[in-house]
């Protein structure tokens, strides 16, 4: 271990940062040894001390095995903060509010479309805009979309976007309470008016994926999961929306800041008390938010149906087209533990809840999991684990080292078909350019947050 970096062994998956300075707690970071070169010479351990000296935080300051540098946070942070002396930042949650991860199940065995594979990744790009500044195939009024960010994925179903089972295993029944449009500028319901139903670019994707292993046969049968088994994950969140409404209320924190005495050991981390004005503001739009993300993932879901229905010619009972679940790593929520509310920021993590789905996405090339929450997770982590595999270098430093074409060549030869809107696109996702997804989930599984249940590998995607 370098002299300068404080992280200290408390076992095997545990590593404390000692309190010191304006620290307010300890921070705790779950890692293997073998991962925490990396994340001292990231200096994400950093932005954990920081977190750590911000008034009203409840027990440590957390960080999850796919840590890594982001603003303010770290990505892969969580933090719990008291509703009386307590704040509330969107720098612990970030730009891409509600990013999730939405699985379905099907009937099929992968040899059943192993020879559509290619139409159906072909369909599923033309069916569902992608890319940066994508927009979509609906025009919303600005109303219209104001009725989508107080009713999510509800707001879908009920304009024919899939069916209300679906809102049965989405967080939240895919709508967060307290969403008010009010508190969303008109330049984010703008940029929101023409993206629901698109997928977006940067480490957003649309898998079709082979279940290659089953770890937990109880739980993976309830979620009806068997081993061969053709399953598709979404990954994407609020688009343009999301990030206008984290840039609006990140100027607004810092006066807010300023105005309660909030010294701040980092300008990225301003924020106001969690029931102020201020606060109560940032959290009804970050919900707004969070409600477009889930009915943006519903729609698409909606078209992947539509997709497979089409090229493979079977009916919605045939395919058994199901989602197993939906949630949320980049959201705060007001949640209560051992008896007491409290506001909670998970960033680049996820929600691990006893007898709740996990889902974990890879990247391409590398698996995916589902996992399931625990009580271990609600007694050290406010009931929180990793969100994915973390990345280890910057898109730029990604660019440097792979092209997009030749990456696509080489997931072709590894069985994988790949379309995406650009090359270069491709090159900024290359699995190298991540953290090894199967150490990640390995951390939390042997730590105790979340147990494994499921590992899926794709051999189709789509990328924006």
Known sequence: MSPQCPLKKID???????????????????ASEKMVPSICSDNAFQQVSNVAALPGILGKSLAMPDIHWGYGFP????????LDNGVISPGGIGYDINCGVRLLRTNLLKKDIEKHIKNLVSGLFSNIPSGVGSTGKINLSSQEVKNVLKKGAKWAVSKGFGQNDDLENTEETGMLEGAESSTVSQRAIER??????????????????EVVEVFDKDFA????????????????????LGYQVCDDYIKEMHSAAKKYGIVLPDRQLACAPVLSEEGRKYFSAMASAA?????????????????????????????????????????????????????????????????????????????SYVL??????????????CHGAGRTMSRTQ????????????????????????TWKTLAEEAPNAYKDVDMVVDVCHNAGISKKVAKMKPFGVVKG
Do not use: C
Request: aromatic share 8%; charged share 20%.
């Open 398 to 421: 990604a660019l440097k080292g792979m092209r997009g074409n030749e990456l696509a060549r080489q997931l072709e030869n590894n069985g994988i078909t790949v379309q995406a809107k």
């Open 12 to 30: 095997e998956y545990r590593w404390r940062i000692e309190k010191t300075g304006s620290m307010k707690t300890e921070g705790l970071i779950f």
């Open 372 to 385: 399931v929450g625990t009580e271990q997770a609600l007694k050290e982590t406010w009931g929180s684990t």
């Open 221 to 240: 049968e309830k979620l009806k999961i068997f081993p061969g088994q053709v399953t598709l994950m979404i990954h994407t969140g609020s688009r343009g």
């Open 192 to 209: 929101g008016r023409e993206q629901l139903g698109t997928l977006g670019a940067g480490n957003h994707f649309l898998e079709i994926q």
């Open 291 to 367: 409600n477009y993300a889930w009915a943006n993932r519903q729609i698409i879901m909606h078209w992947v149906r539509e997709t497979f229905m089409r090229v493979l010619t079977k009916s919605p009972k045939d395919l058994g087209l199901e989602l197993v679940y939906d949630v949320a790593h980049n959201i705060g929520k007001f949640e209560e533990h051992s008896g007491k509310r409290i506001f909670i920021h998970r960033k680049g993590a996820t929600r691990s809840f006893p007898g709740i789905p996990v889902l974990i996405p890879g990247t391409m090339g590398t698996a």
């Open 75 to 82: 990505i892969g942070g969580v933090a719990a903060f008291s």
